[in-house]
């Protein structure tokens, strides 16, 4: 069972966490990375920056945006995951970016060296199941998990084709558009995550548009996992200095959020239980 597998058989509804690695520069970001699952965090997507993304809103955007300005570098991405691993060897990690920076590493070499640094998993927006030759089943081969995008507009045609080759979870896209911009609508969510999971037998988690511990609350009522990100990049923001740089509250105010997040997320196991 890999680490995805376990954390959601004993976490439902987990709470995936993201940020941007580099964002606004190395250290700062290592620091929140370490930090996130004593937050709460329970699987952790790393963003890795690229300047032209498809998918990614303003927030998430910017995020990139300031962590290429200081300089961050793929070798580095791998850098944090590997510095992460030496205290953290439970806590799965998901890579989510875009195909170009990893084509022009070389598909074999990026997934060699995700897997040795500790990466459990890829999310890779701008790659559909056509071509899972280029990169999704040698991810599998290797070891890592492949997880797929399902969104509103993804009928029961399309889906045996998106679900043909994911593993680890689901992520489903709450709304028809890009990370951030939205606030999706619980009663289409679930019905949607029913839909898929008439489909397949892996968990679906659901994100784009999820800011606020009672609307993860709301969705992990329906879902097997809640992604925040654009809220979390938005912390991070709010706290830098007029020069972008990062200040005493940059971690704090993350975690902070987390937390609160967390106990949105789990509120539904409490009273459950």
Do not use: W
């Amino acid at each position: 069972m890999s680490r995805i597998e376990n954390r959601f058989a004993i976490r439902c509804p987990a709470l995936v966490t993201f940020i941007t690695a580099g964002d606004p520069d190395y250290e700062t970001s290592l620091e929140i990375l370490r930090g996130l699952p004593a937050a709460g965090a329970d699987v952790i997507e790393l963003g890795m920056p690229f300047s032209d993304p498809m998918a990614d809103g303003p927030a998430i955007q910017e995020a990139s945006q300031r962590a290429l300005r200081a300089g961050h570098k793929m070798n580095m991405t791998l850098e944090m995951v590997r510095e992460f691993r030496k205290g953290d060897q439970e806590t799965p990690i998901v890579l989510m970016g875009y195909y170009n920076p990893i084509y022009f590493r070389g598909p074999e070499r990026f997934v060699a060296e995700a897997g040795e640094a500790g990466v459990d998993g890829l999310i890779v927006v701008d790659l559909p199941p056509e071509a899972d030759n280029e990169l999704c089943l040698p991810a599998r081969a290797a070891g890592l998990n492949f997880i797929r995008l399902a969104a509103p507009t993804t009928d029961d045609a399309r889906l045996p084709a998106v679900l043909a080759n994911t593993s680890g979870f689901v992520y489903y896209v709450s709304i028809t558009g890009i990370t951030g911009t939205r606030t999706p609508d619980t009663g289409e969510v679930a019905a949607n995550v029913a839909r898929i999971k008439s489909h397949t037998p892996l968990p679906v988690a659901v994100g784009f548009g999820v800011k606020t511990p009672e609307q993860a609350a709301a969705i992990g009522a329906v879902a097997d996992g809640v992604v925040v990100g654009s809220a979390l990049v938005n912390a991070i923001a709010e706290s830098l200095d007029e020069q972008g740089r990062a200040t005493e509250q940059t971690a704090p105010a993350v975690f902070s959020l987390v937390q609160q997040l967390a106990a949105g997320v789990r509120s539904d196991q409490r009273e459950a239980g």
